[in-house]
């Protein structure tokens, strides 16, 4: 998160064993998302990211610009047929294969 100007950054997770705890931390992350989000800026740091979460927004938000476009192509370097594409994918700017498979 080299590039934010955030004062600080925060990482909530629970432990969720049951459908029944992964309700009750869905509640929690809610309600500090609720307490706090008029404090966010928007930038994110890519390994706070779950899977569901992971959006190419949500990535994106993770990377200066210039580290952005770097990467992309990169991507489209070395990986242009979008082999490495799980997970927080840096797309190329035309993939072969799917950006995000959950």
Known sequence: ?????????????????????????GVHLDRIEQRIGALANGDTCVNFLDLEGATEKRVRAAYSTADWQRLVRLKERYDP????????????????????VH
């Open 1 to 25: 998160m080299a590039h934010t100007e955030a004062g600080f950054s925060l990482n909530a997770i629970g432990v969720t064993p049951t459908p029944e705890r992964a309700a009750a931390v």
């Open 81 to 100: 047929s979008n082999l490495f594409r799980f997970n927080r994918t840096i797309p190329g700017s035309v993939t072969a294969g799917p950006a995000y």
